[in-house]
Every structure is written in structure tokens, then in C-alpha cells.
């Protein structure tokens, strides 16, 4: 009882330490900065906001204290070893990195790239020198790069289940550029959480003990444990399809990284008990992820695109909230098959058909399955005219968002946002889009 309530003390100093450590709040100022990039996007290709960035910032961070806990919990009983040099290294290289891509904030990266720089320095001698190199090389030397790792699988098992319930949540639309220039509907799936985790320090050799837990771990000793430190840890995603629902995407991503969660997670246990596995680890940590990365990009390249129109109608790519197609139950990927009667295969199709009966609105609607749905309202009397979708792009359709990787410096960058075909024409002052993904 004794150690349960010594531990209670020191997660209560650790938790006030974290709400003073800057780390956590950079992290939530990195998803901010993304999500408002986000929203401004939104509002270059559709002029209407999907969704409110602050909301989504909530459920995020929600989320991530949820998982902050949980992981908290799990690092009690594993023994992972982390300390303030620990944490001053993966956010070190974390910043390094985020440099050049925003989904580089995975602290698999950091501790990936710290693992392979750890094994380099073992080969040479700079950790004897005296001054400021030689007390770095001596610092990354020091790290408990297994235990880092094995950390950086429990984040990513969390990050599976996290993908899996709300990664389509955080989806947004977009037009691409396709196969042959064409510009197609797509959507972006980006979540990132920051995740406040309390972890165990080791003592120093000969200090003596100041905490012995009363269960065993499985990577460390029970005893000798001197503090607690409160530890942000940042997880998150980042994919874009043209060819599936975002729930698909999502679940498809969700079980790429539970099997990269479990695959790192053996390997760092293993150089946990045989050091000489470490650096097969860390690369694991590397290659594994950017497999990850490639395994979608060839899925995408590979498969037809499917937010786009067909014979049958008009294919939806969004419904913004608040609106009648909302209220009918209209979802992202059906197709408009009749209203009011009347086929509708373009867009002025469509304008004219809703204007066949003011007071009243019957749709013909494709599932996904294919299979007709008959959905219907009645028009009220002040109520906006539009129906409340927007539409996959047309052949009149000039304006598509970016589809590189996103910098840091690109958070700040509105101009990146969204580009242009028209020759001579920057994205911003594009005017002909302004018709042509205008929701309906």
C-alpha cells in the first residue's frame, strides 16, 4: 500500500510537470495549424466549411488522454525506461524531421533514426571525447532504444484502434488530379493525437531505492525507481484514396498498423533481451513504415478512381452537415440517380430537376451496393434552395488540391492549398472553379 500511494504522489508531480512541459502544447499547436490548413482548403475548392476545426481539435485530444492513460497503465507494468535525456532526443529529432514532412512527427521515425545513429556511434570513439560532441555521442549512447521502440509499437497498437473508430471522421474531400490529368474526387484522411502519458524513471547506480512496485515487470527490474516523468507522445496518420469510402480506408489503414504495431513490437522485445537485435529494430521502425506508406500509394495508383460521374448520375462526394441531404440520409458515394422524376447527369440537370416541385423533394438514389433508395422531404417555406451536396468534379471542373506531402512550412502556406490548371492563373484567383464546385 506504501508503494501504491508513493507512486500516487509521484504521477501527481508528474502530471503537473507535463502541464508545464512545452512538448505537449507544440503538439497541439502542430494539429491546430493542420486542421485550419485543412479547413482553408475546404473552403478554396468548395466555399463551404465541412467541418469546424475546433471540434476536431477536441476530439482529438480527448481521444489521445483516453489513450495517454491506457498506455500509462501498460508502461507501469512493462518497464519501458524513459528519461529526460529520452525525451530531449525523440523530440529533438521529431523537430528535424517535421521540417521536411509533417507525417514525420511519428516518433517511429525519431526513435528509428536514434537507433541507427546509436549503432554508427558504437563504431567510433566519439563518445571519449571531452567536450560538447563528445557528451552528446555519450547522451544517444545512453538511450534504451528497445525500450523506445517497444514504446513506439504500444503507440502504434493504440494508433490501429484510434484509425479504426474515428480515422473517417476526420476525412475531408478533395479534388485531385487523376491518371491523364483529369481531375477526379478524393478524400484525405489525417488524424493526429497528442497523448500525455506518465512514465517511470530508473534510478541512478548507487542512489539507493526510492520505489519498489509490488508486481513484476516485464522488461525491468520491479525496484529502483525513482520518479515519475510526465511524457507527449504524438501519433497520427495521414492517407488519401480516389478509389475507396474513407471507412474503408480507415479500416484498411487501421490493420496496416496493428500489423506494424505487433512486427516492431516482437523485434524491440527480442533487443530487449538481445542487444545485438537493436539496430534491426530501428530500421524495422523505418522500413516497415515507409512499406506502410508505399503498400497505399501503389493500391491507389493501381485502382480506378470512384468518385467520379457515371451513366447513372451524379456521383456524391460530400453532404454538408446541417442540410436537406443530410436530413434524407444521402451519404458520401451514392449516386443521384433521378429527382423529381427526371434523370439528372450534370449539374444543371440536377438545378433544374429540384425546381420541378417547390414544396416538395423525392430523390432516386444509389447505394454503394448499387441499389436504389427512395429518399424524400418536403421543401419548406424560407428554406435554402440547395439540396446540400457537393459533387464529384466534372469536365469543367479547374481547380485540385496539392497532392504532395506537406511540410511545416506548408502549414503557414495558403498558397499551396490549391492549384490551378488554368495556365497563368494562381490558384487563389482562380474564378471558373468558383461555378463549378459550388455545392448544390
Not at 429527382?339 to 423533394?361: P, W
Request: hydrophobic share 50%; glycine share 8%; aromatic share 10%.
Amino acid at each position: 500500500m506504501d508503494a501504491v500511494l508513493q507512486l500516487l504522489r509521484l504521477a501527481g508531480s508528474a502530471a503537473v510537470g507535463l502541464l508545464l512541459s512545452p512538448f505537449y502544447y507544440v503538439a497541439v499547436l502542430l494539429i491546430m495549424l493542420q486542421y485550419m490548413r485543412q479547413t482553408r482548403l475546404e473552403r478554396k475548392l468548395f466555399h463551404v466549411r465541412l467541418r469546424a476545426w475546433p471540434n476536431q481539435l477536441f476530439r482529438t485530444m480527448l481521444a489521445g488522454l483516453v489513450v495517454g492513460v491506457v498506455m500509462t497503465l501498460a508502461g507501469l507494468f512493462l518497464g519501458v525506461t524513459i528519461t529526460g535525456e529520452s525525451v530531449l532526443w525523440m523530440w529533438g529529432t521529431a523537430a528535424v524531421l517535421v521540417l521536411i514532412r509533417v507525417r514525420y512527427l511519428c516518433f517511429a521515425y525519431s526513435v528509428g533514426v536514434l537507433g541507427v545513429l546509436q549503432w554508427i556511434i558504437g563504431w567510433t570513439t566519439l563518445a571519449d571525447r571531452t567536450d560538447w560532441l563528445g557528451s552528446a555521442a555519450s547522451s544517444l549512447a545512453s538511450l534504451d532504444i528497445p525500450g523506445l521502440l517497444v514504446l513506439v509499437a504500444l503507440m502504434h497498437l493504440a494508433e490501429a484502434l484510434l484509425v479504426r473508430w474515428q480515422g473517417d471522421r476526420f476525412a475531408s474531400p478533395v479534388f485531385l488530379e487523376g491518371k491523364r490529368g483529369k481531375i477526379v474526387g478524393g478524400y484525405t484522411l489525417q488524424g493526429y493525437w497528442p497523448v500525455p502519458m506518465l512514465m517511470l524513471v530508473p534510478a541512478a547506480a548507487g542512489s539507493g531505492t526510492d520505489l519498489s512496485l509490488p508486481w513484476s515487470m516485464l522488461l525491468g527490474d520491479s525496484a529502483n525507481w525513482s520518479s515519475m516523468i510526465g511524457f507527449p507522445m504524438m501519433i497520427g496518420f495521414s492517407e488519401l484514396t480516389r478509389s475507396l469510402l474513407p471507412a474503408v480506408k480507415a479500416r484498411s489503414a487501421a490493420k496496416g498498423l496493428l500489423i506494424y504495431g505487433l512486427g516492431v513490437g516482437i523485434v524491440a522485445v527480442l533487443a530487449s533481451f538481445w542487444p545485438a537485435l537493436t539496430l534491426a529494430g530501428a530500421l524495422c521502425a523505418l522500413v516497415l513504415h515507409e512499406a506502410l506508406v508505399a503498400i497505399s500509394y501503389f493500391s491507389e495508383e493501381t485502382s480506378p478512381p470512384y468518385y467520379v460521374h457515371n451513366d447513372q448520375g451524379l456521383r456524391v462526394l460530400a453532404v454538408i452537415p446541417g442540410t436537406p441531404a443530410e436530413a434524407m440520409g444521402i451519404l458520401s458515394g451514392e449516386v443521384l440517380h433521378k429527382v423529381n422524376g427526371a434523370r439528372v447527369r450534370t449539374k444543371e440537370e440536377l438545378y433544374a430537376a429540384l425546381h420541378i416541385n417547390s414544396a416538395f423533394c423525392k430523390l432516386e438514389v444509389l447505394n454503394h451496393e448499387g441499389q436504389i433508395k427512395f429518399v424524400q422531404r418536403a421543401r419548406y417555406a424560407g428554406e435554402h434552395h440547395q439540396l446540400g451536396v457537393v459533387l464529384s468534379p466534372d469536365d469543367k471542373a479547374d481547380r485540385y488540391a496539392v497532392a504532395s506531402p506537406a511540410s511545416l512550412f506548408d502549414l503557414f502556406r495558403q498558397s499551396r492549398a490549391a492549384k490551378s490548371r488554368q495556365a497563368g492563373v494562381p490558384a487563389a484567383s482562380a474564378t471558373s472553379a468558383s461555378t463549378t464546385t459550388t455545392p448544390l
